[in-house]
C-alpha cells in the first residue's frame, strides 16, 4: 500500500542536536541483516527539510532495503530512524508521517482515478468536501484534471504513474519516498517526469528520498546523492561533486562513463600529482596523496580531445583509432594504446572526424584527471 498515515507521533525521543535545524529526515547507525548476510552495513545520513535526496547504487547494494527499513516495511536490525525529530524506529508504516511512490505503481485496478487518489484520506476519516478538494488539486498538480473517472487499466504508464505520485502527494506527508519510481516508463516520458517530479518537489518544498540505478536521473534530479556499495555509503555529497570529485574508483566507475590505468603517484606537490601508470605512462592530476601510494587514474571520455599532430597539453597519450560510432551529437572513439589497453574518447560532432587506423594524440589537462586510491 503506498499511502501511510499522518498521524501525530507520541512518546519519541529526539535524536541529538534537535531543535529548529533538525532534520526531516535523520539515519543513524542503520543495519539490516538476512541471516548472515549483511545487506546494510550500520550507516548514517541525513535529510533536511524541502531536501531532495537520492540513493544510487547497483543491484544489492542496500538502497532499496534502506527505504524500505525508513518507511517500515522492513524491520531494522540495529540503528535509528528519525522523523522530524521522533524517534520511528519501532513504529508500524502507518505512524510514521511518509508516503512511498512504487516502481509498479501499485494503484486498485478495481478503482478509478479517483478513489485511488483518495484512499489515504479515506482510510484517516478526512470529510468528503475536504477528500474532493484536495484530490482536485492533487490531479491539478499531476497535470491529470479530467481523468478522474477512469481505471488504471485505460491510462499509460507514465499517467498510472502520475497518479501514484497524487495519491502519495495528497496526504501531504513529512517524507516522500520513491523507489524506482521512474523505472518502469521508457527513455523521452522517463526524461519528461523527471523534471516534472522535480518541480513538483521544488513548488511542494517537500522533502524526498529517491531511490534508483539511473545515474543520470540522480545527477538530473538531486540536492544530494548517496552513493551506495555493498551495504555501506561509498560518498555523500552535491551531484557536482560526486561527478567531478569522486570519493572513490568504485565512485568514478559508477558515476558516468571513466577511463580508468591503475598506477601509484611517483611525485607531488600541493593538489597535483604525477601518477605513473602499471603500462609506464607518466599523468599530471589532482591528489594530496603521499608519494608511493597506489591509486586508480579515471578521465573522462568527454574531457579527452583528439589530434592529428602532438598537442601542448598536461597530459598527451599516442594511440590508433581501433573503432568509431557516430552517436548523434558526438562521436565515441575506441583508441589502442600501446600497452594493449584501450581508452574511450567521446568528441563533439563538431570536432574533426577520425577514421579506423589513424594515429592519433589523445589529450586532457590535470584537472581533469581524477586521482583516486585504489581499493
Known sequence: MTDVSVQPMKDSVAPPGGGATTPDLEVQGLSKHFGPVVAVDSIDFSVASGEFVSILGPSGCGKTTTLRMVAGLEEVTAGRIFIRGSDVTHLPPEKRNTAMVFQSYALFPHMNV??????????RGVSKAEIDDRVATAMRRVR???????????LSGGQRQRVAVARAIVVEPAILLLDEALTNLDRRLRQQLQLELKELQVDLGITSLFVTHDQE????MSDRIIVMDEGLIAQDAEPSEVYDRPASAFVAGFIGESNRLDGSVAAGSGETCTVRTESGLDLMGIHSGDVGQQCAVMIRPRAITLHADRPTKDNVIEGVVKLW?????????????????????DLPRREAVFERGDRVFAAFDARDVIVVERA
Open 144 to 154: 491529470l484534471e479530467g481523468y478522474e473517472k477512469r481505471k488504471p487499466s485505460q
Open 217 to 220: 536521473e540522480a545527477l538530473t
Open 114 to 123: 479517483h478513489d485511488n487518489v483518495a484512499f489515504g484520506l479515506k482510510m
Open 325 to 345: 560510432a557516430y552517436k548523434g551529437e558526438s562521436y565515441e572513439y575506441v583508441i589502442n594504446l600501446p600497452d594493449g589497453g584501450d581508452l574511450l574518447v
